[in-house]
């Protein structure tokens, strides 16, 4: 057993001598010392050993454990030390290096149009309402006077979820969970997200922004509606603008018109933008029709109103001269950064 004992004294030396890395160390430390080691099955055999060679050997295994114990300690901290050394050699940081410079994002065009729309409308006194854009049939048709079968439902084909829940087609289904909750006077704009099942093309996209507005109060005639929407024109495009309205059918309004202004890029002498005509198309409007304002309680022999609507993405593309609204939603920073 005296010469097992030297035996792996010798082995454990010469191994850990050969060690490079620190887990190299860990395999012998628990090959040798660990509770199935090569000592530890030493010791475990003494038991059959007379009373005279059990001191003996029980101190000469003290003496080579207290050994490789020792030799342990020392390759650990030169091993350690080395792979420190390492460490920081491979992480200096070169401070003259030039920095990585963080990309800063900017404002969509669409979030900067919308906010100058509403400023101008908040200005007026208009307030700013908000509804689901998961929206009953009831209340993105029907309400509207757009019963089932309607022709105009065809003009704004949609996302069906179930025979009663539609993507909305428009922001008009704000307007009439406004109406049903505030008695009159009413003043107030619906910014937001619309859906509608059109094919992607250069002019159209099955997602786009809508802002519409709505004003019911005593007394309410075309006229304050030409005033408020031609006064939103000058704002918006400057003061040189020029309106007119023409004729058009709304289910929702009666009666009905198309809205157009001086082309902004040529000041009506006609160019590509408003296609030589010298106007630009801007929105639909009209005076709400009065079975709208009975469908939502309110007397249209006390109220009156109006209704205007049109779409933030093409107010965007006219303002900035884009010409292909697929632009607007592909997220390129080479087009987003002109802005």
């Given amino acids: 057993m005296k010469e097992k004992l030297v035996e792996i004294k010798e082995a454990a030396l010469a191994e850990l001598k050969n060690a490079k890395i620190s887990s190299e160390v860990e395999n012998l430390r628990v090959k040798f010392l660990g509770k199935k080691g090569e000592l530890t099955s030493i010791l475990r055999g003494m038991g059959g050993l007379s009373a005279e060679e059990r001191p003996l050997i029980g101190k000469l295994a003290n003496e080579v454990r207290a050994e490789i114990e020792a030799k342990l300690e020392e390759v650990t901290k030169v091993i350690k030390d080395k792979e420190k050394n390492e460490k920081i050699a491979n992480e200096v940081i070169d401070i003259t290096m030039p920095g990585k410079k963080n990309t800063i994002g900017k404002r969509h065009p669409l979030d900067l149009t919308l906010e100058s729309m509403k400023e101008i409308f908040i200005s007026m006194g208009f307030t700013i309402e908000d509804g689901p854009e998961v929206e009953l049939d009831h209340y993105n048709f029907e309400a509207l006077n757009i019963p089932k079968n309607h022709p105009a439902r065809s003009e704004q084909d949609t996302f069906y979820v179930n025979d009663s829940l539609v993507l909305r087609t428009q922001t008009s289904p704000v307007q009439i969970r406004v109406m049903e909750k505030q008695t009159p006077p009413i003043k107030m ?35 304050d509606l030409k005033g408020t929407l031609e006064l939103f024109a000058k704002k918006m495009f400057g003061d040189k603008v020029q309106t007119k309205f023409r004729p058009h059918h709304f289910p929702f309004t009666e009666p009905s018109a198309e809205m157009d202004a001086t082309c902004f890029v040529c000041q009506g002498e006609g160019c590509r933008v408003c296609k030589g005509s010298g106007w630009i198309e801007l929105l639909g409007c009209g005076m709400v029709h009065p079975q709208v304002l009975r469908n939502c309680g309110i007397d249209p022999e006390v109220y009156s109103g109006f209704a205007f609507g049109f779409g933030v993405d093409r107010m965007v593309m006219l303002k900035y001269g884009i010409d292909d609204i697929r632009l607007l939603y592909e997220s390129d920073m080479r087009f987003l950064n002109q802005f």
């Fill in 189 to 223: 704009i619906s910014p937001g997200k619309v859906y509608r099942s059109d094919a992607v093309d250069a002019t159209h996209s099955p997602i786009f922004y809508q802002m519409e507005g709505l004003v019911i109060d005593k007394g309410i005639t075309f006229a």
